[in-house]
């Protein structure tokens, strides 16, 4: 939902009012992928270096999907190496249709619109596929979790949201009686999700995605007109700053620690807590050097042949 957000402010600021054209979209575009790119292979290959299984066969045409970033256009290879890749792929389709969506979408009642038929559509989408889809497979489980959670028609709800949110957060500020509102939503909301958490409440338009993402807008929208410390101070900024890497970085650390780590101190609670607080430690520290030293400067030397490149063409 904030990838939506922070797409839709960058390609108002990019377009704007101005008429889309197909150089417009590939600047645009060149720019979202030159930002997801370093890091992303890099993890691909840290994870691939520091693999326990064997290499599957097909592992050529896997690693070139990733490359590619089509991975998300097939359910073996959606989130095959890094375990949480599966959104970048979600993501970069959605970036490819943010400057149509833009093009269409220019007022808060039309955002409401898009949200209203996603949730339809993709409603009724992945009811077909599930229903299609064979039950005699070895590996079903992929399909399902493909379907579940995977692609497009999941996500494309959650995603509306962040555009609802971009143009709620350009409206005037709200009253007090409106942020109340905006507070019990935050409740019923997590009552949703509790309540799917102990098996009731189970019907498949409350899907947790949805109902995280009609949270996250309330607290923005609470955020943005009434500062809560908790949850707006420096730590979470750094945290924002670097989240990006952590969430490529975070299962591999995750992986090493449980290969390596063998201390048991008796708790279970104890035991998840340590590991929790040591998996954030390590990759927000590697987020930082590989930042700082890795991917701002491929970043700054990408931006600077674009812009020589620009300058050329203008001459």
């Not at 490359?67 to 970036?95: K, M, R």
């Not at 399902?144 to 143009?167: A, C, H, K, N, V």
């Not at 498949?204 to 955020?223: D, E, M, P, R």
């Not at 030293?293 to 203008?314: G, L, P, S």
Request: hydrophobic content about 50%; charged content about 15%; aromatic content about 18%.
């Amino acid at each position: 939902m904030l990838s939506a957000l922070l797409a839709y402010t960058s390609i108002d600021k990019s377009i704007g009012n101005e008429q889309i054209t197909l150089s417009k979209c590939i600047r645009w575009w060149k720019y979202k992928f030159i930002r997801l790119i370093p890091i992303f292979y890099l993890a691909i290959f840290i994870t691939l270096i520091f693999r326990e299984t064997e290499l599957s066969k097909d592992i050529v045409w896997n690693i070139i999907t990733h490359l590619f970033f089509i991975h998300g256009l097939f359910p073996n290879y959606a989130n095959s190496i890094i375990s949480v890749e599966w959104y970048l792929g979600v993501l970069v389709i959605f970036y490819l249709t943010v400057p149509f969506i833009h093009k269409y979408v220019t007022s808060l009642n039309k955002a409401w619109i898009m949200f209203g038929v996603s949730v339809a559509c993709c409603e009724v989408i992945n009811q077909i596929a599930f229903a299609i889809l064979p039950q005699n497979l070895d590996d079903t489980y992929i399909y399902e979790s493909y379907i579940g959670t995977f692609w497009i028609f999941e996500q494309l709800p959650t995603l509306s949201l962040g555009i609802i949110l971009y143009y709620l957060l350009k409206s005037i500020k709200w009253s007090k009686a409106k942020m109340i509102q905006m507070i019990f939503a935050i409740f019923g909301c997590c009552i949703f999700i509790l309540g799917r958490a102990f098996g009731i409440l189970q019907h498949s338009l409350l899907i947790n995605y949805t109902l995280c993402a009609v949270c996250t807008v309330c607290i923005a929208l609470v955020l943005n007109n009434c500062r809560c410390v908790i949850l707006d101070n420096n730590l979470w900024v750094t945290l924002g700053r670097y989240s990006y890497p952590i969430y490529l970085l975070h299962c591999f650390i995750l992986k090493m620690y449980d290969r390596y780590n063998n201390l048991n101190y008796g708790n279970t609670f104890f035991n998840w807590f340590i590991k929790y607080l040591f998996v954030i430690i390590v990759s927000l520290i590697a987020s930082v050097l590989l930042t700082r030293f890795f991917d701002e400067q491929i970043q700054k030397w990408c931006k600077y042949k674009m812009y020589e490149r620009v300058r050329k063409n203008a001459r």
